[in-house]
């Protein structure tokens, strides 16, 4: 019988960090080793890895940013998201989704779904009613498209992968209610 597991999907608290912090950089190296083009070059070092998550924790910790992780069958955290709160002041309506990270072991498993469906329900919570997002990755894409978001461009050469090649990068929305 093929086991069957829902991912688990918990909001990061600042007393939080420092469990969350190993797990979290060891994503962002699978990632960046996997190809992904998510604002980091190849080879990324742990120390970098490290300093990224110390400033996005720090950031959260400032109310600018919610993270979320998710839990695999094994209950190791695999997967994260964030959204940026934090905005100008006549875009207070407004969140960014960003850095949303599945560990390549384990992809394929619902955890980029719970992810995106945990952050939407924490916009809502957190007054926002438009998600922006931007991807370079077909898979997300798709993730994106089955769950709503609109996709309203696509600009081509815009990042590198992490080889260095250029890649095209597409932004999507969604409108969620409060």
């Known amino acids: 019988m093929l086991k069957t597991h829902v991912p688990q999907v918990e909001r990061v608290e600042p007393h939080d960090t420092a469990d969350v912090l190993p797990a979290l950089t060891d994503i962002l190296l699978d990632c960046v080793e996997g190809g992904a083009s998510v604002s980091f070059m190849s080879p990324l070092s742990r120390d970098k890895a490290l300093a990224f998550w110390r400033g996005v924790l720090d950031s959260m910790a400032r109310g600018e940013r919610i993270v979320l992780v998710a839990r695999d069958g094994d209950g190791r955290l695999s997967g994260t998201v964030q959204v940026i709160v934090a905005q100008p002041e006549n875009q207070p309506h407004r969140g960014d989704v960003a850095k949303m990270l599945v560990h390549r072991r384990v992809r394929r498993q619902g955890l980029g779904e719970a992810l995106m469906r945990a952050?939407?329900?924490a916009a809502r919570q957190a007054g926002k009613t438009l998600l922006v997002?931007?991807?370079a990755s077909d898979a997300a894409e798709r993730l994106y498209a089955r769950a709503g978001w609109v996709e309203c461009g696509r600009i081509p050469g815009y990042a590198l992968l992490p080889?260095?090649?250029?890649?095209?990068?597409?932004?999507f929305y969604k409108q969620v209610s409060v």
Do not use: H, V
Request: aromatic share 6%; hydrophobic share 20%.
């Open 163 to 171: 080889t260095g090649e250029p890649c095209a990068t597409t932004y």
């Open 119 to 121: 952050a939407e329900s």
């Open 133 to 135: 997002l931007d991807t």
